[in-house]
């Protein structure tokens, strides 16, 4: 078995998710380590920024190509040209993903299509595609999948995006266990509160987000979120020291703890946390006009 990875230096290294947040964040600390790095976004003008500012600090690009994750045939076409051009990866970290929350009543067919096409179905394309080379390869490595606080917990409003969080969790064990004997190591990240642009653009469905009791909860939110930055500082260490389960703020690894060892008093929580979502969404629905059933 090839010895664990235990840094991202000279090391081939593929980011999704790489123009904005905490993929643009891992990108350019991947980078200042010494890493050698292919990356991907669907977003072009931010990919091309965050090439720029890789070039800016020295940094090495192998490849860089915007695409949906979504789309498998984009992604494989992506890998083979990858592969043909610099060889199997080293590294491979899923970070792109998106954001909707609403209750069952709200959430429209579109919300949960695309939790799940882009959340559990895009690191399932990239993991398809990148990772049998990797073995093949026998160099060993590292798989990193980014879930979520709720792809650990059951946070009200959740259910479409917790949904592709814990598939991720539920792939990331498996892959555990069945890449070990290949010297791949995986982990699966677990942020909270993260102060980026999806924040901003996170759709509530039936609630208007410029409702000033919504606009308090998100400011709130961002008070007590953590930077990109320490979430990617997070993300390395974690591989380096071989962590299973990273965690980027102490509230969630305690909630987690919490959940797993008080089961009651955490069915009570997230009960009462339930009926409070939902005592807000009567108020804010109240004052504005009926959009359920409607399309964007």
């Given at each position: ?284 629905s109240a004052s504005e006009p009926d959009s359920r059933g409607k399309r964007m």
């Amino acid at each position: 078995m090839p010895d664990r990875l235990k840094s991202v230096s000279g090391k081939k290294v593929l980011i999704t998710g790489a123009a904005s947040g905490i993929g643009r964040a891992t990108a350019l600390a991947a980078a200042r380590e010494g890493a050698e790095l292919v990356l991907t976004d669907v977003n072009a003008a931010g990919l091309d920024e965050t090439v720029r500012l890789i070039g800016v600090d020295g940094g090495k690009m192998l490849a860089a190509q915007a695409l949906d994750i979504s789309d498998y045939e984009a992604v494989t076409a992506f890998a083979a040209d990858v592969f043909d051009r610099h060889g199997s990866l080293d590294v491979v970290m899923n970070i792109a993903g998106v954001s909707a929350w609403g209750t069952v009543e709200n959430l429209e067919h579109r919300h949960w299509r695309a939790m799940i096409d882009i959340n559990l179905m895009g690191p399932i394309h990239v993991i398809e595609n990148f990772v049998p080379p990797m073995v093949a390869a026998g160099r060993g490595g590292a798989l990193v999948n980014v879930s979520s606080a709720a792809g650990l917990l059951a946070f009200p409003w959740h259910a479409a995006y917790s949904a592709s969080k814990f598939g991720v969790r539920g792939l990331s064990e498996v892959l555990r266990f069945d890449l070990e004997r290949h010297g791949i190591t995986v982990h699966l990240v677990a942020p909270g509160a993260v102060n980026t642009h999806l924040v901003e653009t996170v759709e509530i469905a039936g609630v208007n987000r410029d409702d000033p009791r919504i606009q308090r909860y998100f400011k709130q939110f961002q008070r007590h979120a953590s930077s990109p930055e320490r979430v990617a500082e997070r993300i390395l260490r974690g591989i380096e020291r071989n962590r299973f389960l990273i965690h980027t703020s102490f509230d969630v690894r305690f909630g987690y703890w919490w959940a797993r060892k008080f089961a009651w008093p955490y069915e009570f929580a997230m009960r009462r946390a339930n009926d409070g979502f939902n005592a807000l969404y009567e108020r804010v629905s109240a004052s504005e006009p009926d959009s359920r059933g409607k399309r964007m």
